[in-house]
């Protein structure tokens, strides 16, 4: 059942998604709420499953590593009285997988991967993810630069640490 939400509640949400290590008193006090209004909007928010986890952006091209990231279109055929609920829910239970999306256009999934190097990536779709039922096609496009994430800039220098691919 979908909740709406105040206008209190959506301020809260902005601030949250902004810098998640706000404390209820910075939170009361940038939004000119008491700050046990803002503990109690905040603590709603989380119970009701709507604040799931609270994460960090880590800009990974600043470290040291050999990993890979990919995005794979994946077309579906949907099950029977399902749709694409059920393909969706088995390709996003490996913990390969990163991000599992419904989307509209000439492709029904995508799916983020992160895996120890080009060749456990390519194993994962081959062996796991193109041999699931309903799964049709996939098309692996492996990241090369992150330049903006979730709202945030990432170094524009244009230098990177990343170790160039061999294919």
């Known amino acids: 059942m979908l909740k709406t939400l105040t206008t209190e509640e959506l301020k809260v949400l902005n601030a949250l998604s902004e810098n998640g290590l706000l404390t209820n008193a910075e939170i009361a006090s940038l939004l000119k709420l008491e700050e046990a ?4 909007i905040r603590s709603n928010l989380e119970n009701s499953g709507i604040v799931l986890k609270y994460r960090a952006i880590i800009n990974w091209e600043k470290i040291e590593s050999s990993s890979v990231n990919a995005l794979i ?13 059920e393909v969706a829910r088995k390709v996003a239970s490996f913990p390969e997988v990163r991000t599992c999306l419904l989307v509209s256009g000439s492709f029904d999934l995508l799916v983020e991967v992160d895996g120890p190097s080009l060749r456990d990536v390519a194993f994962f779709v081959a062996d796991k993810l193109a041999t699931i039922e309903g799964v049709n096609h996939t098309s692996t496009n492996f990241l090369l630069k992150r330049y903006k994430q979730s709202g945030d800039m990432f170094s524009a220098s244009g230098k990177t640490h990343r170790l160039p691919m061999m294919i």
């Not at 279109?73 to 609920?85: C, E, F, L």
């Open 37 to 40: 209004t803002a503990a109690e």
């Open 73 to 85: 279109q994946v077309k579906v055929t949907p099950a029977h009285g399902h749709g694409y609920d």
